[in-house]
Nanobody, 119 residues
Protein backbone atom coordinates (compact mmCIF):
# COMPACT_ATOMS: atom_id res chain seq x y z
CA UNK A 1 0.00 0.00 0.00
CA UNK A 2 1.33 3.42 -0.96
CA UNK A 3 1.53 6.10 1.73
CA UNK A 4 2.42 9.77 1.46
CA UNK A 5 3.97 11.56 4.45
CA UNK A 6 4.17 15.32 4.07
CA UNK A 7 6.19 17.55 6.38
CA UNK A 8 7.74 21.00 6.67
CA UNK A 9 4.65 23.14 7.06
CA UNK A 10 4.70 25.94 9.61
CA UNK A 11 3.62 29.53 10.22
CA UNK A 12 5.58 32.20 8.34
CA UNK A 13 5.28 35.86 7.44
CA UNK A 14 4.52 37.11 3.93
CA UNK A 15 7.59 37.10 1.73
CA UNK A 16 9.16 34.12 3.48
CA UNK A 17 10.42 30.94 1.87
CA UNK A 18 9.69 27.37 2.90
CA UNK A 19 10.49 23.91 1.56
CA UNK A 20 8.03 21.07 2.03
CA UNK A 21 8.92 17.38 1.87
CA UNK A 22 6.87 14.32 1.03
CA UNK A 23 8.28 10.85 1.56
CA UNK A 24 6.56 8.02 -0.25
CA UNK A 25 6.45 4.49 1.13
CA UNK A 26 5.16 1.32 -0.49
CA UNK A 27 6.34 2.13 -4.01
CA UNK A 28 9.46 3.54 -5.62
CA UNK A 29 9.11 7.00 -7.11
CA UNK A 30 11.67 6.25 -9.83
CA UNK A 31 10.10 6.71 -13.24
CA UNK A 32 6.82 7.92 -11.76
CA UNK A 33 5.42 11.42 -12.03
CA UNK A 34 4.90 13.23 -8.73
CA UNK A 35 2.75 16.20 -7.86
CA UNK A 36 1.93 18.69 -5.13
CA UNK A 37 -1.55 19.85 -4.26
CA UNK A 38 -3.09 22.13 -1.67
CA UNK A 39 -6.45 22.72 -0.13
CA UNK A 40 -7.42 25.92 1.63
CA UNK A 41 -10.22 25.89 4.16
CA UNK A 42 -13.58 25.76 2.45
CA UNK A 43 -12.07 25.38 -1.00
CA UNK A 44 -11.47 22.53 -3.43
CA UNK A 45 -8.10 20.85 -3.72
CA UNK A 46 -5.83 22.65 -6.19
CA UNK A 47 -3.07 21.16 -8.32
CA UNK A 48 0.12 23.16 -7.83
CA UNK A 49 2.94 21.34 -9.57
CA UNK A 50 3.84 18.05 -11.18
CA UNK A 51 6.98 16.63 -12.69
CA UNK A 52 8.32 13.35 -14.07
CA UNK A 53 11.74 11.92 -14.71
CA UNK A 54 11.41 12.20 -18.48
CA UNK A 55 9.68 15.55 -18.82
CA UNK A 56 9.79 18.92 -17.22
CA UNK A 57 7.63 20.38 -14.50
CA UNK A 58 4.27 22.05 -14.84
CA UNK A 59 2.92 24.66 -12.44
CA UNK A 60 -0.32 26.37 -11.67
CA UNK A 61 -0.39 30.01 -12.72
CA UNK A 62 -0.83 31.02 -9.09
CA UNK A 63 2.58 29.61 -8.11
CA UNK A 64 4.67 29.63 -11.29
CA UNK A 65 7.92 31.46 -10.76
CA UNK A 66 7.63 31.16 -6.97
CA UNK A 67 7.39 27.39 -6.37
CA UNK A 68 9.76 24.66 -7.54
CA UNK A 69 9.12 20.92 -7.42
CA UNK A 70 12.08 18.56 -7.25
CA UNK A 71 12.79 15.05 -6.05
CA UNK A 72 15.35 12.74 -4.50
CA UNK A 73 14.78 9.27 -5.93
CA UNK A 74 17.19 7.63 -3.52
CA UNK A 75 15.22 9.04 -0.59
CA UNK A 76 11.90 8.34 -2.32
CA UNK A 77 10.99 11.93 -1.55
CA UNK A 78 9.55 14.87 -3.47
CA UNK A 79 10.02 18.46 -2.37
CA UNK A 80 8.29 21.76 -2.96
CA UNK A 81 10.39 24.87 -2.55
CA UNK A 82 8.17 27.89 -2.01
CA UNK A 83 9.37 31.48 -2.14
CA UNK A 84 7.75 34.89 -1.73
CA UNK A 85 4.84 33.37 0.16
CA UNK A 86 1.59 35.32 0.43
CA UNK A 87 -1.44 34.96 2.65
CA UNK A 88 -3.20 33.31 -0.29
CA UNK A 89 -0.75 30.40 0.03
CA UNK A 90 -2.22 29.46 3.40
CA UNK A 91 -3.48 25.89 3.00
CA UNK A 92 -2.82 22.26 3.76
CA UNK A 93 -0.35 20.82 1.26
CA UNK A 94 -0.36 17.26 -0.08
CA UNK A 95 1.61 15.15 -2.52
CA UNK A 96 0.60 12.24 -4.72
CA UNK A 97 1.84 10.32 -7.72
CA UNK A 98 0.60 11.27 -11.17
CA UNK A 99 1.31 13.66 -14.01
CA UNK A 100 -0.15 17.12 -14.55
CA UNK A 101 -2.48 15.84 -17.28
CA UNK A 102 -3.56 12.65 -15.50
CA UNK A 103 -3.93 14.11 -12.04
CA UNK A 104 -3.42 12.25 -8.74
CA UNK A 105 -2.93 8.53 -9.13
CA UNK A 106 -4.01 7.41 -5.67
CA UNK A 107 -7.34 8.10 -4.01
CA UNK A 108 -5.79 7.72 -0.56
CA UNK A 109 -4.04 10.89 0.55
CA UNK A 110 -1.61 11.61 3.36
CA UNK A 111 -2.42 13.93 6.25
CA UNK A 112 -0.81 16.85 4.51
CA UNK A 113 1.23 19.60 6.08
CA UNK A 114 -0.21 22.94 7.09
CA UNK A 115 1.28 26.20 5.86
CA UNK A 116 0.05 29.43 7.44
CA UNK A 117 1.14 32.75 6.02
CA UNK A 118 0.23 35.75 8.13
CA UNK A 119 1.72 39.11 9.12
Amino acid sequence: QVHFMESGGTSVEPGASLTLSCTVTGRSVRGVALGWYRQAEGQARETLAAEGNLWGASYAASVEGRFTIFRDNDANTVFLKMTNLTVEDTARYYCNMGSWSDGPLYASWGRGTHVIVSA
